[in-house]
RNA sequence: GGGUCUAUGGCGCAGCCAGGUAGCGCACCGGACUUUUAAUCCGGUUGUCGAGGGUCCGAAUCCCUCUAGACCCGCCA
């Protein structure tokens, strides 16, 4: 840090932003406004990795609007992608429309236009949560207006080039026999199945005939139906080797990360914005995959899906943002058990933000004051929050899971925790508490009790269930195990075991007079 | 076949991308809270940062080579 000045907020957004800025005025570009893109399958369910490709985007936008410059995030849906695989849950009838663009199978759910809107939204809705503002527009649109006429016609022009340089940089053969470009079948409207061989440039139209085809593993049947499409007005999509270049040229894009999935794909495409359509193609970033944590690659038929949504119930939109703003680069495994230490990550760089927290390094508090403003979106609060912190409301929600906002936060002002309820409090404590009970697996283990631990678990259950009010239970616990031989410390174990399920827990005398002496005397009494 | 990432205390990981005293959680050990569970608080132990070389006043961090593992691409999008 001593022989560099900090860039921007200090964070890799920032570094990034300002090589794309250098590099376009060594190319010399109008900066007056700067498009960074977004591409949004929708054919699969959107996990969090598509989110966070629109999501950082978007930090590249803000960096580059507190550069100074004007700045758009373009979220680009995808939806005449075909349909390939029916993602899990979904219902099988949707066979008969496999092949088919997205955009044109009706929504099996009814809620939205089509299939593709419907998966769109869903994507659309974690940006929305998480406060992440885009220009939203659609394949199906953009090649209804014909908007990337010029580019295709120029493509397709050179398609015999393209297919030699595509051979060459990634070694896939099939674009040396027919053109990047997948028609719409206008008899069966399936994509894929349609194979186009021959470009009519006067007519601005492609030949193609429609015949089986092998998607995934399955082969899909064509009609057999020959025809020509008008690439200025009919259904049909370049293929993604040379579609972003297309995109990048006709809507001017500066910028789109990408992962590692697609690298040939973009490096193609570079090509081809570079070469054929002398459109420098834009700043790119190459990010990893998440995986979970198995090393899998997250994918919906495995069932290890993480949306945005499902993240949501359990944590807050800063725990998106931090994870996905924190870092770019490295291979990151991934599971909703992250989720407690983001939100306390959090905190932690609240704290360092608002001074609570020394860091003698500037260069690292430089950094953690960028990342926390970078997770605000650059709007960071003008004070702190309340700090829970959110492994604590683990644990309080799964003793507590009845009138459980009411006792957890009873809990927090008799700890000291918090000096007043909060509503910011209540929502943490909802979602701490969907946490505990969806992933707080009850390890119901055996409890061997002998007859020693019997006796004693017998004279405490009547103690409880009396009338009288024990003085002390925890002391009346030491003193029931003490008097029958059982050691204190097994015997406390069983306690929790039986209550709590688990073998260890809060000071257990004034635990079970929160939960009720009665109701724990008839939860004992079951394993006697 | 092509490409990318990862390797850091017993375990799980952060730090690396902009070099400046190796950190966190769990575990473990000691202490405090009247005794023996827990929670909480205080203190402590644990590392040739995968191997080797290079650059530098200084390398976990940058460069090269190697080893091991994971993932992606070579259908399609």
């Known amino acids: 840090m001593s022989d560099s000045e900090k860039i921007g907020k200090g964070i890799w957004i920032d570094k990034l932003a300002h090589e794309l800025l250098g590099r376009e005025k060594t190319l010399g570009r109008k900066l007056d406004l700067i498009r960074v893109e977004s591409g949004l399958g929708a054919s699969g369910i959107p996990h969090i990795g598509s989110l966070g490709d ?6 590249v936008k803000l960096a580059l609007e507190n550069f100074g410059y004007k700045s758009e995030l373009i979220a680009y849906s995808d939806d005449l992608d075909g349909l390939r695989k029916i993602p899990e849950g979904f219902p099988v ?3 008969e429309h496999i092949a088919k663009p997205v955009s044109l199978i009706p929504d099996p759910f009814g809620c939205h236009e089509s299939y593709g809107m419907h998966m769109s939204s869903i994507l659309l809705d974690g940006l929305d949560k998480v406060g992440v503002k885009y220009q939203f527009r659609r ?3 953009t090649y209804k207006q014909g908007l990337l006429k010029d580019q295709i016609h120029v493509i397709l022009q050179n398609s015999s080039k393209i297919g030699e340089k595509i051979s060459e940089l990634v070694g896939q053969e099939k674009f040396q026999k027919y053109l990047p470009y997948f028609p719409v079948c206008a008899n069966c409207s399936r994509l894929y199945t349609a194979e186009a061989t021959e470009y009519l440039p006067e007519e601005k139209k492609v030949l193609y005939k429609c015949h089986d085809a092998e998607i995934g ?3 899909v049947h064509g009609c057999s ?4 499409a008008d690439i200025t ?8 080797k040379v579609e972003f270049a297309a995109r990048w040229a006709a809507f001017d894009i500066r910028f789109e990360a990408y992962g590692k999935d697609i690298m040939d794909s973009v490096k193609v495409n570079d090509w081809v914005s570079d070469e054929i359509l002398n459109y420098p193609h834009p700043h790119h970033v190459k990010y990893e995959m998440f995986l979970d944590k198995g090393g899998k690659k997250i994918s919906k038929s495995l069932g290890n899906v993480i949306t945005a949504q499902k993240w949501l119930e359990f944590g807050n939109a800063k725990s998106i943002l931090l994870l996905l703003y924190k870092r770019i680069t490295g291979a990151r495994e991934l599971g909703f058990e992250d989720i407690p230490s983001l939100m306390n990550e959090y905190n932690e760089l609240e704290d360092i933000y608002f001074g609570r927290i020394k860091v003698d390094n500037q260069a690292k508090l430089a950094k953690s004051k960028g990342l926390f403003e970078y997770v605000n979106l650059l709007n960071p609060p003008k004070e702190s929050s309340i700090h829970v912190n959110y492994r604590l409301l683990i644990e309080l929600s799964k003793i507590f899971k009845e009138d459980r906002n009411h006792r957890v936060m009873k809990k927090l002002l008799d700890y000291g925790v918090i000096k007043n309820e909060h509503p910011d409090i209540e929502k943490l404590i909802e979602l701490a508490g969907n946490y505990s009970d969806e992933f707080d697996e009850q390890d119901k283990a055996e409890i061997d009790l002998d007859e020693l631990a019997k006796k004693a678990l017998k004279e405490l259950t009547d103690a409880l269930d009396s009338n009288e009010e024990p003085e002390d239970i925890q002391n009346t616990i030491y003193q029931i195990a003490k008097s029958n031989n059982v050691q204190p410390k097994d015997f406390f174990k069983i306690l929790y075991q039986i209550i709590l399920g688990t073998s260890r827990g809060p000071k257990i005398g004034p635990f079970i007079s929160d939960i009720g002496r009665k109701h724990v005397a008839k939860t004992l009494s079951d394993y006697l």
């Open 225 to 228: 139906h020959q025809g020509e």
């Open 93 to 95: 009838s949707l066979e």
């Open 139 to 141: 394949a199906i649109d």
């Open 233 to 240: 007005k009919d259904l049909g999509k370049l293929a993604w």
């Open 54 to 59: 629109a999501v950082r985007a978007y930090g």
């Open 217 to 219: 593993a399955k082969i």
